[in-house]
Structure formats: structure tokens, C-alpha cells
């Protein structure tokens, strides 16, 4: 049976920004899997939240991680929450997909490891851009912001960025980088603006 994820920002005073936006993706996940326990599993996902929040770390920003299947929460938990820094970027080409926010990484891990020299890798396939092993990615042209039109995953964020038209969704071949100077990565705990490089500072895989 398949795990999935949910990880969520949570501000200071408990408050969730993009809560519509993973109740949409959640839904989305068992309406392909099992539609029949989309509504309860819901529910318990702010049962399970309220209750952390009580005893849980507060005046801080914290991630609420959940570990789900179609048959209800496996695991639920609340922890204080930093964000990495990332200053480098490589390029890796992959060929798995990751279109559900499956608990099984293995993939992802696997190609980030093969990078230990990087603070984390953009992955490339078919030659196209998609992700960083935990984020989606915009690319600055000088006017507009860019997102890849297929990445790995659909994030939350990105989907929000989206529909109040701060990106615009493009698909990017990597022999295009020249084009932008800026790279932002972004994730549902990570807001927009808070980790941008430079494109020059990105390296290729000798492998693509």
C-alpha cells in the first residue's frame, strides 16, 4: 500500500497559508487511489493539528508533517522549522516520476547523493527542468518569473504562485539557462524571495 506526505508551514499563530491548496492535493491523491476516505481524512488532518499545536513548539514557524495512506494517518507531527540554506545547484538527469507525494523518495535521495559536493541538484528530464530534490524552481528573465511547465511535482506553493499570476508556467530546456539570471526555489514552507542563486553559480553533471 502506498504512503504519501503532506508537509505544511505552519505560522506562529497556528494559522496554515496554503491549507486550500493541500486539502486540494490530498483530495486529488485519493480521488486516484480511494475516494471513499477523502472527506474523514480531512478532518483528522486538522484533528491531528489542533491537538499538536497544544503541546507542540510554538512563537515559531514549524512544519506539520503528515504521513498518510488511503486508509487514514500513519504518523502526524509538529517540529520547529529553518530553512536550509542553498547557495549551488547541479544539474542531474533523471527518468523516474514523482507525480504523487509519495514517502518513498528513494529516487530523489538516490540522485541527490550523487551529488555530495552541492547543496542540492536540479533535476533534468527528457531535457527539461523540473525540481530540486525538495523544491519547485522559477527562473528570472530579466521581467518575468518562470516556472517549468512539467515539473517532478505540482507543488502547493507553485500552484498559488500560479493562480495570482507571479509566475508564469513555461517549458524550459536546460540548453536555455543562458537566458535568465536568477533561480528561485520555493516550497510550501518556503516562501517566494527567500532562496535565490544566480544562474552562473548552477553546474552541469558531466553525465547530461
Not at 94 to 119: L, M
Not at 167 to 173: A, G, S, Y
Request: charged share 20%; glycine share 4%; with cysteine.
Amino acid at each position: 500500500m502506498s504512503l504519501f506526505i503532506e508537509s505544511m508551514r505552519v505560522e506562529p499563530d497556528g494559522s496554515v497559508p496554503l491549507l486550500s491548496y493541500h486539502q486540494a492535493r490530498v483530495s486529488s491523491t485519493l480521488n486516484d487511489f480511494d475516494q471513499n476516505t477523502k472527506n474523514t481524512l480531512l478532518e483528522e488532518f486538522q484533528k491531528r493539528l489542533q491537538k499538536l499545536l497544544q503541546n507542540g513548539p510554538s512563537d515559531c514557524i514549524r512544519k506539520y508533517r503528515v504521513i498518510y495512506s488511503i486508509k487514514g494517518i500513519k504518523e502526524a507531527y509538529l517540529t520547529t522549522y529553518s530553512i536550509r540554506p542553498i547557495a549551488t545547484l547541479t544539474f542531474t538527469s533523471i527518468t523516474f516520476d514523482y507525480s504523487h507525494k509519495f514517502a518513498d523518495r528513494i529516487n530523489i535521495n538516490s540522485a541527490y547523493h550523487q551529488h555530495p559536493a552541492t547543496d542540492d541538484i536540479l533535476m533534468i528530464k527528457d531535457g527539461f527542468l523540473t525540481d530540486t530534490s525538495y523544491g519547485n524552481i522559477a527562473l528570472y528573465d530579466g521581467g518575468d518569473w518562470y516556472t517549468p511547465e512539467t515539473p517532478l511535482l505540482a507543488g502547493c506553493r507553485r500552484q498559488y504562485l500560479i493562480d495570482n499570476g507571479q509566475i508564469l508556467t513555461k517549458k524550459i530546456r536546460i540548453e536555455e539557462m543562458n537566458s535568465y539570471s536568477y533561480l528561485m526555489i520555493f516550497n510550501a514552507l518556503i516562501p517566494f524571495g527567500r532562496i535565490l542563486i544566480p544562474t552562473q553559480s548552477l553546474h552541469l553533471d558531466s553525465n547530461l
